[in-house]
């Protein structure tokens, strides 16, 4: 601080210089301005005549004035004066970082390393060793040996370093700190409450010095959702509750394309004062079913995404009734405990008619005590079965009466039926009523515990056969069956040999009745899972969360015991989606009863945050300040001295012009080419196709993007009905993406990362149809570039899907021109959505039937715009290729640029036209 | 043959530059000539000698076509010369005449040495007698002559004055801003013996306007004399109160020994300067 102001100065001594001034004012004052000399050969005329002023002798005492200024400038430029200055003490001996690397720490990554990063150049300038350590890896008890390097070898390792999606606790950090030589500690904190804390900063204090740095923002986290009543509940957290915020809760899942996007999203606001806030979302069962993850709009961090699971899914269960014959026995109804098991987690359809329920499109029909059906019935069901329904029945006197199933197996029973069935521990019968046998490990229901008090009193049996034992899935005491299966096509018939309801068994009364129902994927769990009821099940992760908050694939993974699941995430069971067969659940980065506090740091410890944009270095400005006064002083000089005209007036002139020229080179460049998007510039935009290029801050590669769209507009505005309006180069930060439907983005080694509030937009502009040609004009050279790393980072928050080289059968070969290579600048491969796996060449078809939903984006490196760009005055603006076969090259170019705007404005509309021709005969018939 | 290199170097480097020199002067003095064309002058001393066959080499204008009509022959008329002039030329050889302001402007010397050589050109064509004044050599006529001057005008010998013949006429080409005594002295000197002339006086634009402003330090071309100035825009008014005092007391000097004067500016037309002094001379014959 100097005089109170927040000012210091990284070169202090330099302003000794300052000192000097005084004297520099004496030897300007006392020396003249130099003179010219010239040869004249008319001097002898001049001989003997005297000047008549001695006034001009000495420089003018304003021309002094500027010039110290301009001195003193220099010298305070020199000296490093920086605003609101950061307190940084030097110290000495090995510094060891130690980063809190938990999910919380993901939303501001870039930001701590950006901090690592200056500790880093200070340990550089003391020449200490240093020591990067992850909180996650000494969480673990054989926590890895801090490797003590040199500043410049961890510098190289920054981009390395990354978060977990997990809350990893400290556990066995403090002995493992206990374990170290002495070390100075800065300690990255993610700043939220944690068990073992405080014990680890002992442990660090133990050692030396500890300095904390610790954003400010709080932590934002969304618990998981709850279904309450029909709606969905969801609550967030956040670390400080002061103030008044609202966030937006997303609900993001396939829309019926297969297409993932922002289903639903409502504002949650956390009063002041407030922790905890909730949002209430009430969605149609369609949307509720399609959502696969909620999350907290534009907070990158895997805590502030929550996945859906079966537990938020409503399945459609069908119930036929029958007929009402026996009125008013409501307990002794098997449907009652149906729908009982049922109605808390499954959306229930009832009817009489088996074509009504078909037709409602059920994921499960339950026949309860059903002898026979008619036989357009029954084909009707047994085609939904093989489709990948689930038809579960229920025994009961009626079916044990009927003959159904007796001698052939019945299609729509799992196996043949011996008649009449068997009573035991009845009035008139010898035999206890039978527990259940546990379940075989080869069941679905193992795992599951047998409570004691289920007995069956009565059952039908099943004939024995062969595959009898294949088929069975649950089997008494004395080992009769008691829940059968098979398959049927996609789908299976399982049959339970006892009633519905508590006639023939206690089953219908227990709970293990709901568990079994939830194990057939029947009904789903509501709410908290219990431990045992994943008893022995084996989960394998389908998809995980990373630290940011995307869902990626998952890998290969080993598969996870189901009670695990229930521990929480931690490293053995990271975040994202686990399945059992049919089942799907969500293991989140928070659990429902997370806490979120800011951590408690003692008195002596005072985090800080050096917050970047505040440390402002004003030595651009003093000098640039000098620079001006000193062309000032040019020009006052060149008055004074007479020559600022005269006989040399040209040259100088031109003099002053290469000092303005020098100035402005020297000049902070910290302004971009902008180009104004008013409200004007929308509505223009909007009115009419105009194609858009992406700023990158580096005017040379604008320039060419904007010169190449002004091509490709002129050659769609002569060859197509396309007439674009003026290209326009906008900026993802601010400008209004939507009224674009095609972005040009120039990939360079130096374009700077989009905020996430900008990636927000994009992917709302991706997800809403856009496109955005990516362009890293390297002639895509491996992907190993400078600019295609940098793609790459730059790509990879945006979620992309699995991209490709362009098939030669896909719509962007024929939407305009028939091509077969999109060459640019260079001939490189382009890259486009893949085609789902599963596409086929229909018969008799030239193409396939690719994406139905047109590729979101294109990537390449061929220097498209280069090859599209002109100048003013129409010729191309670079050469491309040579001769005959550069222009052929170039024409190719124009024809890829075409085909792509074409692609872009009518999506997959040529891939239809490889249908005609058998539209056209078909309606011939 | 002499093997000493650096006479040979300069000789080759003045055999170089004579042809130049000549063909320039020549190109002038043909300029000018076009001017007298057809105007007729007759009598005037030179009387009728006799006719003779032309031969190949007589330019066309000397072919006296009355005679030649008359016969199949082309004839020549020959005049004789009651008495040739001879023409002397001074040509100031002092540093001070190497100087011009800029790129566009001839040297002074370089523009007395053209001027000279044309009219020499001129006078050997009316068939005077030429010459310089420095040279040892006498005024002769011819080509011969006009070669011998062209090569003493470009590697001069700052010998000063000689002794003019007398009644010739004598050309003095400089810019006059040396010492004027000498040159007084020299004008006054020929006068005396009878020698009329031209005193033609070159200077630089520069010298002429003085265009400077602020500090300067004035330098002659030898660099021995020096001016220091702290505004020379100051010194206009008086340098150029001196520049006409100098020119009027050459006048003066002029019209006091019945020679002419005349002031001519490197970058002004050649030609103009050249007719003048054609005139200036012819006038007195």
Same mark, same amino acid.
């Given at each position: 601080?100097?005089?109170?102001?927040?000012?210091?100065?990284?070169?202090?001594?330099?302003?000794?210089?300052?000192?000097?001034?005084?004297?520099?004012? &004496?030897?300007?004052?006392?020396?003249?301005?130099?003179?010219?000399?010239?040869?004249?050969?008319?001097?002898? *005329?001049?001989?003997?005549?005297?000047?008549?002023?001695?006034?001009?002798?000495?420089?003018?005492?304003?021309?002094?004035?500027?010039?110290?200024?301009?001195?003193?400038?220099?010298?305070? !430029?020199?000296?490093?004066?920086?605003?609101?200055?950061?307190?940084?003490?030097?110290?000495?001996?090995?510094?060891?970082?130690?980063?809190?690397?938990? &999910?919380?720490?993901?939303?501001?990554?870039?930001?701590?390393?950006?901090?690592?990063?200056?500790?880093?150049?200070?340990?550089?300038?003391?020449?200490?060793?240093?020591?990067?350590?992850?909180?996650?890896?000494?969480?673990?008890?054989?926590?890895?040996?801090?490797?003590?390097?040199?500043?410049?070898?961890?510098?190289?390792?920054?981009?390395? *370093?990354?978060?977990?999606?997990?809350?990893?606790?400290?556990?066995?950090?403090?002995?493992?700190?206990?374990?170290?030589?002495?070390?100075?500690?800065?300690?990255?904190?993610?700043?939220?409450?944690?068990?073992?804390?405080?014990?680890?900063?002992?442990?660090?204090?133990?050692?030396?010095?500890?300095?904390?740095?610790?954003?400010?923002?709080?932590?934002?986290? $969304?618990?998981?959702?709850?279904?309450?009543?029909?709606?969905?509940?969801?609550?967030?957290?956040?670390?400080?509750?002061?103030?008044?915020?609202?966030?937006?809760?997303?609900?993001?899942?396939?829309?019926?394309?297969?297409?993932?996007?922002?289903?639903?999203?409502?504002?949650?606001?956390?009063?002041?004062?407030?922790?905890?806030?909730?949002?209430?979302?009430?969605?149609?069962?369609?949307?509720?079913?399609?959502?696969?993850?909620?999350?907290?709009?534009?907070?990158?961090?895997?805590?502030?995404?929550?996945?859906?699971?079966?537990?938020?899914?409503?399945?459609?269960?069908?119930?036929?009734?029958?007929?009402?014959?026996?009125?008013? +026995?409501? *307990?002794?109804?098997?449907?009652?405990?149906?729908?009982?098991?049922?109605?808390?987690?499954?959306?229930?359809?009832?009817? @009489?008619?088996?074509?009504?329920?078909?037709?409602?499109?059920?994921?499960?029909?339950?026949?309860?005590?059903?002898?026979? *059906?008619?036989?357009?019935?029954?084909?009707? $069901?047994?085609?939904?079965?093989?489709?990948?329904?689930?038809?579960?029945?229920?025994?009961?006197?009626?079916?044990?009466?009927?003959?159904?199933?007796?001698?052939?197996?019945?299609?729509?029973?799992?196996?043949? $039926?011996?008649?009449?069935?068997?009573?035991?521990?009845?009035?008139?019968?010898?035999?206890?009523?039978?527990?259940?046998?546990?379940?075989?490990?080869?069941?679905?229901?193992?795992? =599951?515990?047998?409570?004691?008090?289920?007995?069956?009193?009565?059952?039908?049996?099943?004939?024995?056969?062969?595959?009898?034992?294949?088929?069975?899935?649950?089997?008494?005491?004395?080992?009769?069956?008691?829940?059968?299966?098979?398959?049927?096509?996609? !789908?299976?018939?399982?049959?339970?040999?006892?009633?519905?309801?508590?006639?023939?068994?206690?089953?219908?009364?227990?709970?293990?009745?709901?568990?079994?129902?939830?194990?057939?994927?029947?009904?789903?769990?509501?709410?908290?899972?219990?431990?045992?009821?994943?008893?022995?099940?084996?989960?394998?992760?389908?998809?995980?969360?990373?630290?940011?908050?995307?869902?990626?694939?998952?890998?290969?993974?080993?598969?996870?015991?189901?009670?695990?699941?229930?521990?929480?995430?931690?490293?053995?069971?990271?975040?994202?989606?686990?399945?059992?067969?049919?089942?799907?659940?969500?293991?989140?980065?928070?659990?429902?009863?997370?806490?979120?506090?800011?951590?408690?740091?003692?008195?002596?410890?005072?985090?800080?945050?050096?917050?970047?944009?505040?440390?402002?270095?004003?030595?651009?400005?003093?000098?640039?300040?000098?620079?001006?006064?000193?062309?000032?002083?040019?020009?006052?000089?060149?008055?004074?001295?007479?020559?600022?005209?005269?006989?040399?007036?040209?040259?100088?002139?031109?003099?002053?012009?290469?000092?303005?020229?020098?100035?402005?080179?020297?000049?902070?460049?910290?302004?971009?080419?902008?180009?104004?998007?008013?409200?004007?510039?929308?509505?223009?935009?909007?009115?009419?196709?105009?194609?858009?290029?992406?700023?990158?801050?580096?005017?040379?590669?604008?320039?060419?993007?904007?010169? /190449?769209?002004?091509?490709?507009?002129?050659?769609?505005?002569?060859?197509?009905?396309?007439?674009?309006?003026?290209?326009?180069?906008?900026?993802?930060?601010?400008?209004?993406?939507?009224?674009?439907?095609?972005?040009?983005?120039?990939?360079?080694?130096?374009?700077?990362?989009?905020?996430?509030?900008?990636?927000?937009?994009?992917?709302?502009? +991706?997800?809403?149809?856009?496109?955005?040609?990516?362009?890293?004009?390297?002639?895509?050279?491996?992907?190993?570039?400078?600019?295609?790393?940098?793609?790459?980072?730059?790509?990879?928050? =945006?979620?992309?899907?699995?991209?490709?080289?362009?098939?030669?059968?896909?719509?962007?070969?024929?939407?305009?021109?028939?091509?077969?290579?999109?060459?640019?600048?260079?001939?490189?491969?382009?890259?486009?959505?893949?085609?789902?796996?599963?596409?086929?060449?229909?018969?008799?078809?030239?193409?396939?039937?690719?994406?139905? !939903?047109?590729?979101?984006?294109?990537? /390449?490196?061929?220097?498209?715009?280069?090859?599209?760009?002109?100048?003013?005055?129409?010729?191309?603006?670079?050469?491309?290729?040579?001769?005959?076969?550069?222009?052929?090259?170039? @024409?190719?170019?124009?024809?890829?640029?075409?085909?792509?705007?074409?692609?872009?404005?009518?999506?997959?509309?040529?891939?239809?036209?490889?249908?005609?021709?058998?539209?056209? @005969?078909?309606?011939?018939? | 043959?002499?093997?000493?290199?650096?006479?040979?170097?300069?000789? %080759?480097?003045?055999?170089?530059?004579?042809?130049?020199?000549? #063909?320039?002067?020549?190109?002038?003095? #043909?300029?000018?000539?076009?001017?007298?064309?057809?105007?007729?002058?007759?009598?005037?001393?030179?009387?009728?000698?006799?006719?003779?066959?032309?031969?190949?080499?007589?330019?066309?204008?000397?072919?006296?076509?009355?005679?030649?009509?008359?016969?199949?022959?082309?004839?020549?008329?020959?005049?004789?010369?009651?008495? #040739?002039?001879?023409?002397?030329?001074?040509?100031?050889?002092?540093?001070?005449?190497?100087?011009?302001?800029?790129?566009?402007?001839?040297?002074?010397?370089?523009?007395?040495?053209?001027?000279?050589?044309?009219?020499?050109?001129?006078?050997?064509?009316?068939?005077?007698?030429?010459?310089?004044?420095?040279?040892?050599?006498?005024?002769?006529?011819?080509?011969?002559?006009?070669?011998?001057?062209?090569?003493?005008?470009?590697?001069?010998?700052?010998?000063?004055?000689?002794?003019?013949?007398?009644?010739?006429?004598?050309?003095?080409?400089?810019?006059?801003?040396?010492?004027?005594?000498?040159?007084?002295?020299?004008?006054?000197?020929?006068?005396?013996?009878?020698?009329?002339?031209?005193?033609?006086?070159?200077?630089?634009?520069?010298?002429?306007?003085?265009?400077?402003?602020?500090?300067?330090?004035?330098?002659?071309?030898?660099?021995?004399?020096?001016?220091?100035?702290?505004?020379?825009?100051?010194?206009?008014?008086?340098?150029?109160?001196?520049?006409?005092?100098?020119?009027?007391?050459?006048?003066?000097?002029?019209?006091?020994?019945?020679?002419?004067?005349?002031?001519?500016?490197?970058?002004?037309?050649?030609?103009?300067?050249?007719?003048?002094?054609?005139?200036?001379? %012819?006038?007195?014959?």
């Amino acid at each position: 601080m100097i005089f109170g102001l927040p000012i210091a100065f990284t070169t202090p001594w330099l302003l000794a210089a300052l000192a000097a001034l005084p004297v520099l004012w &004496w030897l300007l004052r006392a020396v003249p301005p130099a003179p010219v000399r010239r040869r004249f050969p008319a001097v002898t *005329l001049l001989l003997g005549l005297e000047d008549r002023d001695a006034e001009s002798d000495r420089t003018p005492w304003w021309l002094l004035l500027l010039r110290l200024l301009a001195v003193a400038a220099l010298i305070l !430029g020199f000296a490093g004066p920086v605003l609101n200055p950061e307190e940084r003490q030097a110290g000495r001996g090995p510094l060891l970082i130690f980063v809190d690397a938990q &999910w919380t720490a993901a939303s501001d990554w870039p930001q701590r390393i950006a901090a690592i990063e200056d500790q880093l150049d200070d340990a550089a300038q003391a020449g200490r060793t240093v020591a990067i350590t992850l909180s996650h890896d000494v969480g673990l008890a054989d926590g890895a040996a801090p490797q003590w390097l040199s500043a410049g070898d961890w510098r190289a390792r920054l981009p390395g *370093l990354s978060p977990v999606s997990w809350d990893a606790p400290y556990g066995a950090a403090p002995q493992w700190v206990a374990g170290l030589q002495d070390a100075d500690t800065v300690w990255v904190s993610d700043g939220l409450a944690r068990e073992g804390r405080s014990d680890l900063l002992a442990a660090f204090e133990a050692k030396g010095r500890v300095d904390v740095l610790q954003p400010t923002a709080p932590r934002l986290g $969304l618990l998981p959702a709850q279904a309450e009543d029909g709606s969905l509940v969801l609550q967030a957290l956040r670390s400080e509750a002061v103030t008044t915020t609202e966030l937006q809760v997303q609900a993001i899942g396939p829309d019926p394309t297969g297409v993932e996007r922002v289903l639903a999203a409502s504002p949650l606001t956390f009063s002041a004062g407030a922790a905890r806030g909730e949002v209430r979302m009430a969605l149609p069962p369609e949307l509720r079913n399609r959502i696969t993850r909620f999350q907290l709009a534009a907070q990158l961090a895997a805590g502030a995404v929550t996945l859906a699971d079966d537990s938020l899914r409503r399945r459609r269960v069908a119930l036929l009734t029958g007929t009402q014959s026996r009125e008013g +026995l409501e *307990l002794l109804s098997p449907l009652h405990y149906l729908r009982e098991a049922l109605v808390p987690s499954a959306e229930v359809i009832e009817d @009489e008619s088996i074509t009504t329920l078909v037709e409602a499109g059920p994921e499960v029909v339950i026949l309860p005590d059903v002898p026979s *059906l008619a036989e357009p019935d029954q084909k009707a $069901l047994a085609a939904w079965v093989a489709k990948g329904g689930l038809l579960l029945r229920f025994a009961g006197p009626r079916l044990a009466a009927a003959d159904t199933g007796r001698g052939v197996e019945d299609i729509l029973l799992p196996v043949r $039926l011996r008649s009449g069935g068997r009573v035991v521990g009845g009035a008139m019968s010898w035999g206890a009523p039978r527990a259940l046998a546990p379940f075989p490990d080869t069941s679905p229901f193992f795992g =599951l515990r047998v409570p004691d008090d289920v007995l069956v009193r009565a059952q039908i049996l099943a004939e024995p056969g062969p595959d009898l034992a294949d088929r069975t899935m649950a089997s008494l005491a004395d080992g009769t069956p008691l829940v059968t299966r098979k398959a049927l096509g996609d !789908g299976q018939v399982v049959l339970f040999h006892i009633s519905a309801n508590a006639e023939w068994s206690s089953l219908a009364l227990s709970g293990l009745f709901v568990q079994m129902l939830e194990r057939l994927a029947v009904s789903t769990r509501p709410g908290q899972v219990k431990s045992e009821a994943l008893e022995g099940t084996q989960w394998v992760a389908e998809r995980l969360l990373d630290p940011f908050g995307q869902l990626g694939p998952a890998g290969a993974q080993a598969g996870v015991d189901g009670p695990q699941l229930l521990a929480g995430a931690g490293a053995d069971v990271p975040p994202g989606l686990y399945a059992d067969g049919d089942r799907l659940m969500a293991v989140n980065t928070l659990d429902a009863d997370a806490q979120m506090s800011p951590a408690n740091w003692p008195a002596h410890i005072a985090p800080r945050w050096e917050d970047r944009s505040a440390t402002r270095s004003l030595a651009p400005y003093l000098l640039a300040g000098a620079l001006i006064v000193g062309v000032i002083d040019v020009l006052a000089s060149l008055l004074i001295s007479g020559r600022l005209w005269g006989a040399r007036t040209m040259k100088g002139a031109a003099r002053v012009g290469a000092v303005f020229m020098f100035a402005m080179l020297c000049a902070p460049n910290d302004s971009v080419a902008q180009e104004v998007g008013t409200a004007d510039g929308v509505i223009g935009a909007a009115s009419t196709v105009t194609l858009a290029h992406v700023l990158t801050g580096d005017s040379a590669t604008d320039e060419v993007a904007k010169a /190449g769209l002004t091509g490709l507009s002129d050659q769609l505005f002569s060859r197509t009905s396309v007439e674009p309006a003026p290209p326009f180069g906008l900026d993802v930060e601010s400008d209004d993406l939507s009224v674009y439907p095609f972005l040009y983005w120039p990939i360079t080694d130096t374009t700077r990362q989009p905020s996430p509030e900008a990636y927000g937009r994009l992917k709302t502009y +991706l997800a809403a149809g856009g496109f955005i040609l990516f362009d890293t004009r390297d002639a895509g050279f491996g992907g190993e570039s400078a600019a295609a790393l940098r793609l790459r980072t730059i790509a990879l928050p =945006l979620g992309l899907p699995p991209l490709e080289p362009v098939p030669l059968d896909h719509v962007l070969t024929r939407s305009f021109y028939l091509l077969e290579e999109f060459p640019g600048r260079a001939r490189g491969p382009a890259w486009v959505e893949a085609a789902p796996p599963n596409a086929e060449r229909a018969e008799g078809m030239p193409f396939r039937n690719l994406n139905d !939903g047109v590729s979101p984006v294109i990537i /390449g490196g061929n220097d498209w715009a280069g090859a599209w760009a002109i100048r003013s005055d129409g010729a191309p603006m670079f050469p491309v290729g040579r001769g005959q076969a550069g222009d052929r090259q170039r @024409e190719m170019a124009v024809r890829f640029g075409i085909n792509l705007v074409m692609h872009v404005l009518t999506g997959n509309y040529k891939s239809d036209q490889v249908h005609v021709p058998a539209l056209l @005969e078909r309606l011939g018939e | 043959m002499t093997s000493n290199p650096t006479l040979r170097t300069r000789a %080759e480097a003045l055999a170089e530059r004579l042809p130049p020199l000549l #063909a320039q002067a020549r190109h002038l003095a #043909a300029s000018v000539e076009l001017g007298e064309h057809g105007r007729r002058r007759p009598g005037q001393g030179d009387a009728f000698w006799q006719f003779r066959p032309a031969q190949p080499g007589d330019p066309a204008h000397r072919i006296d076509w009355r005679r030649s009509a008359r016969s199949d022959h082309h004839y020549v008329q020959e005049k004789e010369w009651q008495a #040739a002039q001879s023409v002397l030329f001074w040509v100031d050889a002092s540093p001070s005449m190497a100087f011009a302001s800029s790129s566009d402007v001839p040297e002074k010397g370089a523009l007395a040495r053209l001027i000279a050589m044309a009219l020499a050109t001129l006078l050997v064509r009316g068939g005077e007698r030429v010459g310089l004044a420095t040279s040892a050599s006498p005024a002769g006529r011819g080509e011969l002559a006009l070669s011998r001057m062209a090569s003493a005008l470009i590697d001069p010998q700052d010998t000063g004055f000689v002794d003019l013949p007398a009644r010739s006429r004598a050309v003095f080409l400089s810019d006059f801003l040396g010492d004027t005594a000498s040159v007084a002295q020299a004008v006054t000197q020929a006068a005396d013996r009878g020698v009329t002339g031209v005193l033609f006086q070159i200077l630089d634009p520069v010298e002429e306007g003085f265009p400077f402003h602020g500090r300067m330090i004035f330098e002659d071309m030898s660099g021995r004399l020096e001016h220091d100035t702290r505004e020379a825009h100051d010194l206009r008014d008086r340098y150029l109160d001196r520049l006409t005092a100098r020119k009027a007391e050459l006048s003066d000097l002029a019209r006091r020994t019945g020679w002419q004067f005349h002031t001519h500016h490197s970058g002004e037309a050649d030609s103009a300067a050249l007719l003048w002094l054609y005139h200036a001379i %012819e006038g007195h014959r």
